[in-house]
């Protein structure tokens, strides 16, 4: 039933470590996200994709590198984690230009 | 880029009173306006929206009011329940484009 699922939910790890997040959709969407959500819940785009490919790339460092291995699914690669990494990531999907249907997010701690 | 306003940030009501979250943008090409609902240890979930052709819009309960103009548009919440008690966020983007961007969240608290 679950329509975008990630994994872990909670992921704690220490700094310089390299974590991976997973997101999968079940809805037949052709775009995914990931938004980052800080401890003041603000909430902010980081990537886009469509098809596969990447359309929207925000000012995100470049340790972080979204992979797309289809359409179904698009993970997050967080490499050197930084103590301000720390936050809510939420995998979102939608057709192009629809309704986005967010994941339940992973709350990463960076120690 | 587009900078979404959000105001209050947190709202305590009684149950069956309304509550008004208010919203401005600044990109005048912005014409898609969601509304999301955020309960605690979920994801946001999309409750009403708004097109740039439309003023008003109903679902129930719930209902948003968008002045083009101003650049403002408004959640409307009428005869809250306890149920309601969540953070709410307003979005802004452009019908095409896929990037929402977010107002900072409004805490509404119903009390019974």
């Known amino acids: 039933d679950t329509a975008v699922s990630q994994t872990p939910k909670y992921l704690v790890t220490q700094m310089g470590n390299d974590k991976s997040i997973k997101c999968e959709q079940n809805?037949?969407?052709?775009?995914m996200y990931w938004y980052k959500q800080d401890s003041k819940k603000f909430l902010k785009i980081m990537f886009s994709?469509?098809?596969?490919?990447?359309?929207i790339n925000e000012t995100v460092p470049n340790r972080f590198s979204p992979k797309s291995p289809d359409k179904a699914h698009l993970n997050l690669h967080i490499n050197s984690l930084e103590l301000g990494d720390s936050a809510v990531y939420f995998c979102?999907?939608?057709?192009?230009?629809?309704?986005?249907?967010f994941g339940p997010g992973t709350r990463l701690t960076v120690l | 880029g587009e900078n979404v306003e959000q105001h209050p940030s947190t709202l305590s009501v009684q149950e069956g009173d309304s509550a008004v979250i208010k919203c401005t943008y600044s990109?005048?090409?912005?014409?898609?306006f969601p509304w999301y609902k955020q309960e605690l240890g979920k994801g946001p979930q999309l409750i009403i929206d708004?097109?740039?052709?439309?003023g008003e819009k109903k679902d129930q309960r719930i209902a948003v009011t968008l002045n083009k103009t101003a650049k403002h548009f408004s959640l409307h919440i009428t005869e809250t329940q306890p149920e309601d008690s969540a953070v709410y966020f307003c979005?802004?983007?452009?019908?095409?484009?896929?990037?929402?961007?977010f107002g900072t969240g409004t805490r509404l608290t119903v009390i019974p």
């Open positions: 979102a999907s939608s057709l192009l230009a629809g309704e986005q249907f």
């Open positions: 809805l037949g969407h052709d775009t």
């Open positions: 994709y469509n098809n596969k490919e990447l359309i």
């Open positions: 990109d005048s090409a912005s014409n898609y």
């Open positions: 708004i097109r740039s052709n439309v």
């Open positions: 979005a802004a983007s452009q019908t095409g484009a896929n990037n929402l961007f």
